[in-house]
């Protein structure tokens, strides 16, 4: 099947500083891909959709200001976290659209746990 | 505005125990229903899959149905094992069919 990952797997940083997570579909082109956010103990909440080539979607509540979604290629799409305060703390799943015959699938990355301290 | 259901919240279950795992959706205008296992700090792992077209899907000792007039989808887990405990996450397409929405999933507990 196909093969989301995403980089890095875990970080850590210091309340202020800014952190980049990328999301790559690895053996095929994803012109959408979509950034989940996941506190403990809940479900996953979509955050934004990101589509290639424009500007990514935001949910309600969700600052695009501070969660910087750039997709510059169709296998790439990064979130940044800017000015990272231990309230952004949380588990970001990112995931790739594929199609294929007439049907859709989202592929799954393994998540980036992030600590800001 | 799909809404996703999860009963139970949570299941404690002596092994060797057949389960049943609920989902309840709210608009059935789906193309698909998906379920995912979630080990505790870890990423998801797409179970199974059901397309619309289909009424169930079947993976070793787990079986997935879908009934979209009742907007119900069940995961059933034969003869479970210690290392079947998780949390198991529903998702849908939402209304439209673009975004995919989770449910708040159940959390199972095996004991040996």
């Known amino acids: 099947g196909a093969v989301v990952s995403q980089h890095p797997s875990w970080v850590i940083c210091k309340s202020g500083t800014s952190v980049k997570i990328e999301c790559r579909s690895l053996?095929?082109?994803?012109?959408?891909m979509f950034w989940y956010r996941q506190f403990p103990k809940q479900s996953l909440m979509l955050m934004a959709t990101?589509?290639?080539?424009?500007?990514?979607?935001?949910e309600q509540g969700v600052e695009k200001d501070k969660f910087l979604i750039n997709h510059a290629s169709l296998t790439l799409s990064t979130l940044t976290v800017t000015s990272a305060h231990p309230e952004d703390s949380s588990f970001y799943i990112c995931?790739?659209?594929?199609?294929?015959?007439?049907?859709?699938?989202?592929?799954f990355g393994p998540g980036t746990r992030l600590l800001v301290l | 505005k799909q809404e996703v259901t999860q009963i139970p919240a949570a299941l404690s279950v002596p092994e060797g125990e057949n389960l049943v795992l609920n989902c309840s959706f709210t608009?059935?205008?789906?193309?698909?229903l998906q379920w995912f296992r979630q080990d505790p700090g870890k990423g998801l792992t797409s179970l199974l899959l059901i397309q619309s077209s289909q009424r169930e899907q079947t993976s070793g000792r787990l079986n997935a149905s879908l009934d979209k007039s009742s907007g119900r989808s069940t995961l059933y887990i034969a003869a479970s094992q210690p290392g079947d405990s998780a949390t198991y996450l529903c998702?849908?397409?939402?209304?439209?069919?673009?975004?995919?929405?989770f449910g708040a999933g159940t959390r199972l507990f095996v004991k040996a």
């Open positions: 995931s790739a659209r594929f199609s294929q015959g007439g049907g859709e699938t989202q592929y």
């Open positions: 608009d059935s205008a789906i193309y698909n």
């Open positions: 998702a849908a397409p939402d209304t439209g069919g673009f975004k995919t929405i």
């Open positions: 053996d095929f082109q994803a012109t959408t």
């Open positions: 990101s589509n290639e080539g424009s500007k990514a979607t935001y």
